[in-house]
């Protein structure tokens, strides 16, 4: 809504001494700063390649809002100034923290916090816990010292307080509760009710038991219908024992659509609504938008949801990263002390961009106290490089379409992803087990474009404080849960969720057209969409959606937070035992390290510049959901891409493939192939066929056919690797695949083919050769 004209004597009267017939108030609101405290590009700040970066910062962000608190003053509005949570986020900007300020806050000498700094600073009324102030108990009370030192009151009425000593004491002192009451000039009293998504326990790492009216054998809307009538009893609390008249609740249920259909439906009294934890951008038309930033979910802000009674309630929410300031314009009627209406709202652009009319200079201190610091922390960081990417490698990319059949947007959410893959592999590696997991959840960002990765880059993609943790045996029926689990969500139309599973050591075909796996975690083996799974030796553990082998035991690693039961997954329910001593290496060190570590051992790390990079497009180049090869298959949605057949002459010949599925045979002579996307079949019948490079060489896609070949020599499948005719050794630049005519005779291997920018042990004979 816009400011309206009110009529002149209405207008006069308030100016007036003496007269107090109604009151202003503004109501500044943000949400999910997540550690945004550079600028709206994250890590980069006024950097001329990345026009977003001179968007957002939260020195930026406290000049705009202290400039709203001065003009609403002036006017003779009171003034509340309110967070819905998410005040950090976990990663290289919050690390700073812990490395610089772990005995710098001024009052007691204990851990301060950047992020706090600037909170202080700003000064918010109130804040909301959200689910990533928790995401670091799992190492210590984290929450509990951020809510103490943040200099405003945390907020949840389905929060259990009681359940560690450290909220306790912030209870008893006030510094957290169910609400809080804030009194305007003119003696109104205005409360504040805060709630937390009860998807809590599921998607960060709060204390046991800290969730109140919820359970986890209910869905996400039966524990959102359960925490209403807390919401309810301190609304009815505030208004009839406290006097308050005017109500706002500032939830963080993580998607706006949470509050208008599910929450206000239920709830009477409430005044305005303040959304957080779903990234939404509310604006309307004549808001300024960000440069490079997102489109707007929404265009209007406010947007409206009737409650209980069928009155409309506004509902409104501060989008993410420091970008923009929401503000609410209501007059308080002087008699009543009721909202008699909603004049004005907006969204305040935070801009530093000098072309811009709206641009601000950030406030001296925080960038001196704050940004600066975390820039160089960043800087050094981003200094350290640890390899090379020859491919933009995809995380939280996702974007669904509709309607379908439709080809969505890939993202570590809804498909498997280079990225994916490459943190998959990395966890794989680290644990030192046949197959390995990652919860989409936990992938953060992508690398944009090829170049240098670097130590920060690492923090970037994987920030939480997650451990590596092993089992040491499963089997497939424990697995298949695991797998309907992660695909329970999934849809033709590339509907995104963190529980996702990124995979390394296996295959995994899935059909989202099938029955879904129950949302309720013990409902072990209700679902019926995994079709098939081969470990990646061959072995067949699932095929047409039935267990064929429940004997084979395998080693599997995931994650702390998924093998805890973060985002539901049901390892207990499924009785698979972890290893008691878990990894002190966390999934950020894990990825580093894969990246580091000689290839000679496993890891990625070239011997020298001369050989390329260390993350190729062979294994982590760009994803395709829509054809019937790679790691994740959802059979719904692939089709077969029909290609062509190449073959060579007896000379040096140069062969290409299609986007399809192509059969390329060199023939005679040292020949250059390049099979393109798709599932290609490089075919050798002789050992005339040898010394050919294959340029694009995909595991998980491509086959090198050697049935032929094997035959004319005498040698059976069953033989070829186990006796040692098979020989795959590293060569500078990849991998040379050979073949010994005796095996373990005095014979020398010899080179057959050479496949650029693999290594040795990312070839595996039962999954990649046709024997």
């Given at each position: 809504m816009r400011p309206m004209l009110k009529p002149l004597a209405f207008a006069l009267a308030l100016a007036l001494p003496g007269f107090a017939l109604a009151e202003g108030l503004t109501v500044l609101h943000v949400g999910d700063q997540e550690s945004w405290l550079i600028s709206a590009q994250g890590n980069l700040r006024d950097n001329a390649g990345q026009a977003i970066s001179f968007y957002g910062g939260v020195d930026r962000l406290a000049t705009v809002i202290a400039s709203?608190?001065?003009?609403?003053?002036?006017?003779?509005?009171?003034?509340?100034?309110?967070?819905?949570?998410?005040?950090?986020?976990?990663?290289?900007?919050?690390?700073?923290s812990f490395a610089n300020l772990a005995n710098a806050h001024p009052e007691?000498?204990?851990?301060?916090?950047?992020?706090?700094?600037?909170?202080?600073?700003?000064?918010?009324d109130a804040t909301t816990f959200g689910n990533h102030e928790f995401d670091l108990d799992n190492t210590g009370p984290v929450a509990a010292r951020f809510a103490k030192v943040s200099g405003s009151t945390y907020l949840s009425v389905n929060l259990d307080f009681g359940v560690t000593p450290e909220l306790a004491d912030l209870e008893a002192s006030g510094k957290v509760a169910k609400s809080k009451i804030i009194t305007t000039t003119g003696g109104k009293k205005v409360g504040i009710v805060g709630a937390t998504t009860p998807l809590l326990p599921g998607i960060s790492s709060p204390p046991a038991g800290i969730m109140k009216n919820w359970s986890a054998a209910n869905t996400e809307e039966q524990n959102i219908q359960a925490m209403l009538p807390l919401v309810q009893a301190e609304i009815d609390r505030l208004r009839n024992e406290e006097g308050v008249t005017v109500i706002i609740v500032m939830s963080h249920l993580q998607n706006a659509r949470n509050e208008m259909n599910k929450m206000i439906p239920g709830l009477t009294g409430v005044d305005l609504v303040i959304s957080g934890g779903g990234h939404e951008l509310m604006s309307d038309p004549d808001d300024l938008l960000i440069n490079g930033g997102v489109a707007p979910s929404f265009t209007t802000h406010p947007v409206y949801a009737n409650d209980a009674l069928g009155k409309p309630?506004?509902?409104?929410?501060?989008?993410?990263?420091?970008?923009?300031?929401?503000?609410?314009?209501?007059?308080?009627?002087?008699t009543t002390g009721r909202i008699a209406s909603l004049d004005a709202t907006r969204m305040i652009r935070v801009s530093g961009a000098a072309g811009d009319a709206d641009k601000v200079i950030g406030d001296a201190t925080l960038n001196a106290t704050v940004v600066t610091p975390v820039v160089n922390y960043i800087a050094a960081l981003n200094a350290q490089v640890i390899g090379s990417t020859a491919t933009k490698l995809n995380g939280p990319t996702h974007a669904?379409?509709?309607?379908?059949?439709?080809?969505?947007?890939?993202?570590?959410?809804?498909a498997e992803t280079g990225l994916g893959n490459l943190v998959a592999d990395a966890m794989r590696f680290a644990g030192k087990t046949d197959v390995a997991i990652q919860n989409g959840g936990g992938i953060r960002t992508n690398i944009g474009a090829a170049g240098n990765v670097t130590m920060g880059d690492t923090f970037n993609i994987l920030p939480f404080t997650n451990l590596v943790k092993r089992a040491p045996a499963m089997n497939a029926t424990q697995l298949k849960d695991i797998l309907e689990h992660s695909v329970s969500s999934a849809s033709a139309t590339g509907a995104a969720n963190g529980k996702f599973a990124q995979i390394s050591g296996m295959k995994v075909f899935y059909d989202t057209s099938k029955a879904a796996r129950s949302s309720v975690v013990a409902n072990v083996g209700t679902g019926e969409r995994v079709r098939r799974v081969v470990l990646d030796d061959g072995t067949v553990l699932i095929d047409n959606g039935v267990v064929v082998n429940n004997t084979r035991n395998f080693s599997f690693t995931t994650i702390d937070f998924t093998a805890n039961g973060g985002?539901?997954?049901?390892?207990?329910?499924?009785?698979?035992?972890?290893?008691?001593?878990?990894?002190t290496i966390t999934y950020q060190e894990a990825l580093a390290n894969y990246i580091k570590a000689p290839k000679a051992s496993g890891g990625l790390q070239r011997d020298s510049a001369a050989e390329g990079d260390e993350i190729t497009v062979n294994l982590y180049g760009e994803e395709n959901a829509f054809d019937l090869h790679g790691r994740l298959i959802d059979v719904n949605v692939g089709v077969t891409v029909p290609g062509v057949a190449r073959t060579g002459t007896a000379g040096r010949d140069n062969l290409v493939g299609t986007a399809g599925d192509d059969i390329i045979s060199g023939g005679p002579g040292a020949d250059t192939l390049t099979g393109g996307a798709g599932g290609d079949k490089f075919v050798y019948a002789s050992l005339r066929d040898a010394g050919d490079i294959i340029t694009d060489f995909t595991p998980y896609a491509d086959t090198i056919d050697l049935s032929l070949l094997l035959n004319s020599l005498g040698i059976t499948p069953a033989q070829a690797v186990a006796n040692g005719h098979i020989v795959i050794k590293d060569v500078t630049g990849g991998a040379s695949l050979q073949i010994d005519t005796d095996g373990a005779g005095p014979a020398a291997a010899r080179p057959l083919v050479t496949l650029k920018g693999l290594t040795a042990k990312q070839i595996v004979p039962a999954r990649d050769l046709g024997l």
């Open positions: 709203a608190k001065a003009a609403a003053t002036a006017a003779g509005k009171s003034v509340v100034t309110l967070n819905a949570g998410d005040s950090f986020l976990p990663g290289p900007r919050l690390t700073a007691d000498g204990g851990q301060d916090f950047y992020d706090a700094i600037a909170a202080r600073q700003i000064g918010f309630v506004p509902v409104v929410t501060g989008h993410f990263g420091n970008r923009y300031v929401g503000e609410v314009n209501l007059t308080i009627d002087d669904a379409c509709t309607p379908a059949p439709c080809q969505y947007t890939e993202g570590v959410r809804n985002d539901n997954y049901p390892f207990a329910a499924n009785g698979v035992v972890f290893e008691n001593d878990p990894f």
